[in-house]
Nanobody
Framework: QVELAESGGGLVQAGGSLRLSCAAS????????MGWYRQVPGKERDMVAQ???????RYADSVKGRFTISRDNAKNTMYLQMNSLKPEDTAVYIC???????????????WGQGTQVTVSS
């Protein structure tokens, strides 16, 4: 129902910064939770950061103090500011949106296509 499009990935040196954007095709005020996941070859997707529709945030231990997640409902966009990047941050970063469907007793989970982040040593 909601289409997600990531942008902002690229190649940076260790210690550098990037800001990722996730633009939704519709209003994000109705999305309960938005988040960023990352995936590397041979490994499952890992949660990087999440933000609820009331502004609550959660971060993976590996990125605490370095990454900041935010959302701008007026622009229907979520952001991930990544500072002090490390080579181990290299991955495909994927946008996620979750709506809690109380009447149906399930959640609706939407994923973007991903944007590549590469951090050189």
């Amino acid at each position: 129902q909601v289409e997600l499009a990531e942008s902002g990935g690229g190649l940076v040196q260790a210690g550098g910064s990037l800001r990722l954007s996730c633009a939704a095709s519709g209003g994000i005020s109705e999305i309960d939770v938005m988040g960023w996941y990352r995936q590397v070859p041979g490994k499952e997707r890992d949660m990087v950061a999440q933000i609820t529709n009331d502004g609550g945030t959660r971060y993976a231990d590996s990125v605490k103090g370095r990454f900041t997640i935010s959302r701008d409902n007026a622009k229907n966009t979520m952001y991930l500011q990544m500072n002090s990047l490390k080579p181990e941050d290299t991955a495909v970063y994927i946008c996620n949106a979750v709506r809690i469907l109380h009447k149906e007793g399930r959640t609706a989970d939407q994923w973007g296509q991903g944007t590549q982040v590469t951090v050189s040593s």
